[in-house]
Nanobody, 117 residues
Framework: QVQLVESGGGLVQPGGSLRLSCAAS????????MKWYRQAPGKDRELVAA????????NYADSVKGRFTISRDNTKNSVYLQMNSLKPEDTAVYYCHAQRGIGRPYWGQGTQVTVSS
């Protein structure tokens, strides 16, 4: 059974850092394209970062380029999102997403990130 469990969210001051984790079970993370999405109150869910299955190619939304880094640890079967220089507009619920090829996508339950002084 596929399961994605996010952790690492919390309250941080502007300019601070957080690292989100997504622990996967039921499949090897290096066989799926893994993504982080976020959804702020009253806004649509948006793609933040992605890492491909083959080669581990990464992509980022323009709004987070240079500040966020997505990575993968195959030994821990986990994906991470390192978030630096956080801004109030980064406040959102962050979701882990996995999809193997054209198979059905899977979502985690989300973790809240609040950037505020």
């Amino acid at each position: 059974q596929v399961q994605l469990v996010e952790s690492g969210g919390g309250l941080v001051q502007p300019g601070g850092s957080l690292r989100l984790s997504c622990a996967a079970s039921g499949f090897p993370v290096n066989t799926a394209t893994m993504k982080w999405y976020r959804q702020a109150p009253g806004k649509d869910r948006e793609l933040v970062a992605a890492i491909s299955d083959i080669g581990g190619t990464t992509n980022y939304a323009d709004s987070v380029k240079g500040r966020f880094t997505i990575s993968r640890d195959n030994t821990k079967n986990s994906v991470y999102l390192q978030m630096n220089s956080l801004k109030p507009e980064d406040t959102a619920v962050y979701y882990c997403h996995a999809q193997r090829g054209i198979g059905r996508p899977y979502w985690g339950q989300g973790t809240q990130v609040t950037v505020s002084s």
